[in-house]
């Protein structure tokens, strides 16, 4: 029997945009289990962002619980959801975010020397991360030079330097091309092979189908899940009913 | 045209307000310290000229001890065109309650409407009329607070007698208490003759022929008349000014500061607005704005809001000037508030003029900006080698990134860091500035006056009794006798002390060389500089209508006329024939006596009449000097930290989604406030190792400037390194941690999710 990485139960958030308040998510249920690959899908103001944020310890549910690798985030302080972040949470953005100012070594160094790891030590290890996503070339260079694929990969292994219980996607090749965004599902898929449990979300219904599950999120709700079986149907695209997905 | 000006309020409707506030801020204070300087030193001639044009002009004062001399000898003088009648009068000492006793000149003048050239100028109350009556000296009532209605004790050969203040007033003879003594009295001549005072002199005022150059008849009439002393009025208007011109010279001094470092926060806040602004100036040129009318338009903004900050500037440099009128407010009262409107030219000129500058470059730079780099952005590539070193750097991952944080932007973290090391060089130079007045204000053996009691008998023929009094008296510590008089050298009159030694030598403080023996003379830094000799020269002066060659033998530490005054050992004169008395017994008390004590005791065992006076310290300059010095200090200091939060700020503000990307990373509030404060450190440690080596070489300037103008020259003040540099660095570190954290704290109260949203 495998344990649940993530537990989330009755989530609601709600956004004011100054003008009016809009229920984002209205009691999501969710559990992940550990090694567990989930695709989350949805129309663009679904909330599955907000969702992953919420996951992430970045933002807070107005309500219900959620729960990390066993430690309640909706109760957890700011502080204490920062140890949770550095510990057991990796995240990979649309948009890398990759501090310009660092060279490539030093990015995926940084989360290590957070965590108190040594300079040497966390240089190390990143080196190691960074060869086995094939960037010993571009280790020390600047990031601002690599392309986007390059980066994106710089970005998975800064997301795993730490050995995280979880690590979040947020539409992770969105910002890439073709070639590039099958260079980073690989990636994905040899860590996810590896345990590592994934959360992603993502738009394409290739990228989805890579995932053990897809959960489809409407009107702050899932509406739909698939199984793995069924992601890796050739007709998985018809049998996912969302419009604009 | 009309594009520049519908881009600049375009861009000061979107611009923070922030930096709008502070640009405004910085442009006010250098305008107030532009006008405050200029306005002390032009209000206090113009008030010291408004005296002299209404006492008659008068350009020479002369006192002597017989009438018929004293008319004999200006009359004789081609160049002379008005006497004033000359006046009768003692030397006494007046006090009020509870204060010591000041040496006085008491005149002798029924009615001042009589005395013509050089008339005294009533300041309050009324002149005198009656029996125990007394006009007193504005500046010696200022000091003391003394108002009309005061009972002032008049002693006279030991003898006191109680008098009512029924005026102050001020006269040309004087350069106004605590610069100079005796200040001047006034009582009826009724009233002077039942003082019974035992030596009556003459004094009174001339005017010359327009042109007529005042020092050099002056020094004809002393040569020509022993007995006589004349002071010029060249002279006594630079006395006067003298302290005025070292608070207009601080004011000034640390003006220029303000002004650097306004020049320093404008060029700062100027990049900021641009570099924050970059991506708006290049969508503008998609939509056709030149370069051009871009960077006009940054210019003309930064212009627009200064102005009227300088107008401010003006009017309240003006209102502050009358209070920075050091040694003039007590006798002539406070300027009135003027607003000059050539000041206002000057100020919009210099400070706009900076403005200008600072701006031209990051404007130009905005202007020429390519489109498409601009329009996406990218983080800054300055530094990078920079950045590869902090890569290297030991220490914790929080120290790394804080670092990285005060080097993002190197050109604009340099001109926030230069802006506080010059509150730094600032704080430095005040610091010994302020140490230095103190200890030139405080030490009368600076000012030439090593000594604390003055004895004066009523007659030479007692001095053997003074001697063996002095002897006998446990509280003194040494003595010296001296007569001030004057020497013709270079055609003018030059100040001279005789002196001969006690029992003992209390010394005057030598600078450099030696003690003048027989045949020398030491001279103070002012004739030096003033007749460009050195020590060893031989100088030829006349005296009592005989040349004297003597060799200068030293340079002592004296401020009395700027310094131009020799020393000559009695010897001297007597080796060329010439027998000069020495009226004057200086004493010198023992460590821990109280002056007043021993002149208690001597005015008992001295012979009667003999006038004993214990020398005032002086108490009005530093207390101003230093409120200014420190008022423009935290001016200079506040206007560097503002400036460094309102660029940490900026920074912290440009790099939100980097702190959300930390925050994502697992960083909490507190790690990124102390990066935050680390990278405020690094500034400060920046400030610290500019600002102090500058700091001791500007306070060495200024101190060098500030001795040469008391005539006092180098060798007194010294600047010290160890202590202020141990003081000031952790300050400079301090502000820049707490500046930095302060900045970066509205940020940790953002969600990091809309960190992570920001552009």
Same mark, same amino acid.
């Given at each position: ?28 249920? %969710?559990?992940?289990? @550990?090694?567990?690959? #989930? +695709?989350?899908?949805? &129309?663009?103001?679904? $909330?599955?962002?907000? *969702? !992953? ?92 030079? %690599?392309?986007?694929? @390059?980066?994106?990969? #710089? +970005?998975?292994?800064? &997301?795993?330097?730490? $050995?995280?219980?979880? *690590? !979040? ?77 | ?759």
């Amino acid at each position: 029997m495998t344990t649940p990485i993530v537990i989330a139960h009755d989530v609601h958030r709600c956004v004011d945009t100054g003008t009016r308040r809009i229920e984002i998510l209205r009691g999501l249920d %969710l559990v992940i289990e @550990e090694g567990e690959w #989930v +695709a989350i899908m949805g &129309a663009s103001g679904s $909330g599955k962002s907000t *969702l !992953l944020h919420l996951l992430g310890g970045l933002d807070l549910p107005d309500s219900g619980s959620i729960t990390v690798a066993g430690r309640r985030l909706d109760q957890a302080s700011e502080a204490e959801r920062a140890r949770i972040r550095r510990s057991d949470i990796g995240y990979v953005f649309q948009s890398y975010n990759l501090l310009t100012e660092l060279t490539a070594v030093g990015n995926v160094a940084l989360p290590l020397r957070i965590s108190g790891v040594g300079r040497k030590a966390a240089l190390a290890r990143a080196r190691t991360l960074l060869a086995e996503l094939g960037l010993t070339d571009q280790a020390d260079g600047s990031v601002a030079e %690599l392309s986007g694929g @390059e980066q994106q990969r #710089v +970005a998975l292994a800064r &997301a795993v330097a730490t $050995g995280p219980a979880l *690590l !979040l996607a947020d539409e992770p090749t969105g910002a890439l091309d073709t070639e590039a965004g099958a260079a980073v599902m690989r990636q994905l898929a040899a860590r996810n092979d590896a345990g590592q449990t994934i959360a992603m979300v993502t738009h394409d219904h290739r990228v989805a189908a890579q995932a053990d599950r897809i959960l489809v999120v409407s009107d702050g709700r899932f509406v739909e899940e698939h199984s793995l079986l069924e992601t890796r149907s050739p007709d998985f695209t018809n049998l996912v009913s969302l419009d604009g997905v | 045209m009309k594009a520049i000006l519908a881009l600049t309020f375009d861009q000061l409707r979107n611009r923070r307000k922030g930096g709008i506030v502070m640009l405004a801020l910085v442009a006010t204070l250098a305008s107030a310290a532009v006008v405050a300087g200029a306005s002390v030193l032009g209000n206090s001639g113009d008030r010291i000229d408004e005296v002299h044009m209404s006492s008659g002009q008068p350009d020479l004062f002369v006192v002597g001890s017989d009438p018929d001399l004293f008319h004999r000898a200006l009359s004789g003088q081609p160049e002379v065109v008005a006497i004033g009648t000359p006046s009768s009068g003692a030397r006494v000492t007046i006090a009020t309650s509870g204060n010591q006793g000041v040496s006085t000149r008491l005149g002798a003048l029924d009615d001042p409407s009589s005395a013509g050239v050089g008339s005294p100028q009533l300041r309050s109350g009324r002149w005198v009329s009656g029996p125990d009556e007394i006009v007193v000296d504005a500046a010696w009532a200022s000091s003391f607070g003394v108002s009309v209605g005061a009972t002032v004790t008049v002693e006279l050969n030991g003898k006191p007698t109680d008098m009512v203040a029924v005026g102050t007033a001020v006269d040309l003879g004087d350069c106004f208490y605590p610069n100079c003594t005796p200040v001047p009295g006034w009582v009826t001549s009724a009233t002077l003759v039942s003082l019974k005072p035992d030596n009556v002199v003459t004094s009174g005022f001339a005017t010359l022929a327009p042109g007529a150059d005042d020092e050099a008849v002056a020094s004809r009439i002393v040569n020509t008349n022993p007995g006589i002393h004349v002071g010029s009025w060249t002279d006594t208007r630079g006395d006067l000014l003298v302290t005025s011109q070292i608070s207009s010279y601080f004011v000034s001094g640390l003006g220029v500061f303000v002004m650097v470092a306004s020049a320093l926060v404008v060029a700062s806040t100027a990049v900021t607005a641009v570099v924050s602004r970059r991506r708006d100036f290049a969508l503008l040129k998609t939509m056709g704005s030149t370069p051009g009318q871009i960077a006009a338009a940054i210019l003309v903004e930064h212009l627009i809001v200064a102005a009227p900050a300088v107008f401010v500037g003006w009017v309240a440099g003006s209102f502050i000037a009358p209070s920075l009128e050091i040694g003039l407010v007590g006798p002539l009262g406070r300027s009135g508030v003027r607003l000059d409107p050539f000041l206002l030219v000057i100020a919009l000129t210099i400070v706009l003029g900076i403005l200008a500058m600072a701006t031209v470059v990051p404007a130009a730079r905005a202007g020429r900006d390519p489109i498409v780099e601009a329009i996406r952005n990218p983080p800054s590539r300055s530094g990078a080698r920079l950045q590869r070193l902090i890569d290297q750097m030991p220490g914790s991952a929080n120290t790394v990134l804080g670092t990285r944080l005060a080097l993002a932007r190197p050109a604009r973290v340099l001109l926030a860091s230069a802006a506080l090391a010059l509150a730094a060089t600032s704080v430095y130079a005040s610091w010994n500035l302020s140490r230095t007045v103190d200890q030139i204000f405080g030490d009368a053996a600076l000012a030439g006056d090593p000594w604390d009691i003055t004895i004066e008998p009523r007659s030479m023929s007692e001095a053997p009794d003074v001697d063996s009094v002095l002897r006998a008296e446990i509280g003194v510590d040494g003595w010296y006798r001296e007569r001030q008089t004057s020497v013709i050298f270079d055609d003018d009159q030059v100040t001279t002390f005789v002196v001969a030694s006690g029992s003992q030598v209390p010394g005057h403080v030598l600078l450099e060389g030696a003690k003048a023996s027989p045949g020398q003379a030491t001279a103070a830094h002012g004739f030096l500089e003033q007749y460009d000799h050195k020590i060893g020269d031989v100088i030829t002066f006349e005296f009592a209508d005989r040349s004297l060659d003597v060799e200068l033998a030293g340079r002592h530490s004296d401020a009395e006329d700027l310094g131009v005054v020799l020393m000559v050992p009695v010897e001297t004169f007597r080796e060329a024939g010439i027998e000069v008395t020495l009226p004057l017994w200086r004493v010198v008390v023992a460590d821990g006596v109280d002056p007043f004590d021993v002149k208690a005791g001597l005015q008992q065992r001295l012979p009667d009449g003999a006038s004993v006076m214990v020398l005032e310290p002086d108490v009005a300059g530093p207390g101003f000097v230093t409120a200014v010095l420190i008022i423009l200090t935290v001016i200079i200091v506040t206007v560097a930290a503002g400036n460094l939060a309102a660029t940490m700020a900026s920074t912290v503000r440009e790099r939100q989604r980097r702190t959300g990307v930390l925050r994502a990373l697992g960083l909490d509030s507190r790690q990124l406030l102390a990066q935050a404060g680390v990278a405020g450190a690094v500034v400060g440690v920046v400030a610290a190792v500019v600002g102090i080596p500058l700091g001791f070489v500007v306070s060495k300037a200024m101190l060098a400037a500030i001795m040469d103008l008391v005539g006092i020259g180098a060798g007194v003040a010294t600047v010290p390194v160890v202590v202020p540099a141990l003081v000031i660095a952790p300050i400079c570190v301090a502000v820049g941690a707490v500046v930095g954290i302060g900045a970066a704290a509205p940020s940790m109260r953002t969600a990091a999710v809309e960190l992570l949203r920001a552009d």
